[in-house]
């Protein structure tokens, strides 16, 4: 039917729900939760010792096998692509933690993508924000793969939570006018080199651009750019004026500066 609201937690820890077996496109409303589930740490019996021990993903790096994370059972549903197409409210951790989600499909009409909300989706590449987006929750992609968010990127949402879009694999982003960027928004971003209209942000949280791909800044309206902001970039020139009225300890940490100017 039309107009469908989906309620807080309503197929949490569902892992056997398949993307064929529903359908979102007429859904307007998905609830905290809706689509998440809970991760368990596995373990395995030492047989020397008699105890459980963490079990670990291996993986061969110079020739020697490591432990390179812990092994974990996750109990989200198996979605591997949504057409959110109708929705208008996204709640908290809605996806949060569907390990083969791909695709998502959003329409217009939707102006938050809510904290944490696909966050720890480690096979999402594919997203293009609607224009009515105006805020990024917290951690809202956090430990994705996005490449890119369509042609619009960012420039209509003028609130980036903090860690929104951490350790994803944006190449380039476009920033809004008189954007807030969160701390830790863009850390870890190691493809991202183009970041359009970086010069109409007006807050550049503590971290945000860490190790990003970044080479060239502006901060024509910044008022406030946070501490360590974009270390081990590789800026070598940075601009400003006299809007800037407080900066964090070394924002530029590790780069190699060669001109400050207005």
Request: proline fraction near 2%.
């Amino acid at each position: 039917g039309e107009n469908v609201s989906i309620g807080d937690y309503a197929f949490y820890n569902n892992f056997s729900l398949e993307s064929e077996q529903i359908d979102l496109s007429t859904v307007v409303k998905i609830g905290d939760y809706a689509f998440s589930g809970e991760v368990k740490m596995d373990f395995y019996l030492n047989q020397s010792s008699r105890s459980l021990e963490n079990a670990y993903v291996k993986e061969f790096i110079d020739g020697e096998l490591v432990n390179v994370a812990y092994k974990s059972t996750y109990y989200a549903p198996s979605l591997k692509t949504v057409d959110l197409s109708s929705l208008r409210e996204l709640g908290a951790n809605a996806f949060s933690g569907n390990q083969i989600l791909e695709g998502v499909v959003l329409g217009e009409g939707l102006e938050k993508i809510s904290d944490y909300a696909f966050a720890y989706c480690p096979a999402l590449t594919t997203l293009v924000l609607p224009s009515t987006v105006k805020e990024i929750g917290e951690y809202a992609f956090y430990g994705s793969v996005l490449t890119s968010l369509g042609d619009d990127s960012l420039g209509n949402v003028t609130t980036i939570g903090k860690d929104a879009f951490t350790y994803t694999k944006l190449q380039s982003v476009k920033i809004a006018p008189n954007a807030t960027i969160g701390d830790y928004a863009f850390y870890g971003c190691e493809d991202l080199a183009t970041v359009e209209n970086l010069d109409k942000a007006v807050k550049i949280g503590a971290y945000a651009f860490y190790k990003t791909a970044i080479s060239s800044l502006d901060l024509a309206n910044a008022t406030y750019v946070g501490q360590y902001a974009f270390g081990y970039t590789n800026i070598t020139s940075v601009s400003f004026n006299e809007k800037l009225t407080e900066i964090g300890d070394n924002p530029f940490v590790g780069c190699a500066i060669e001109t400050y100017g207005k």
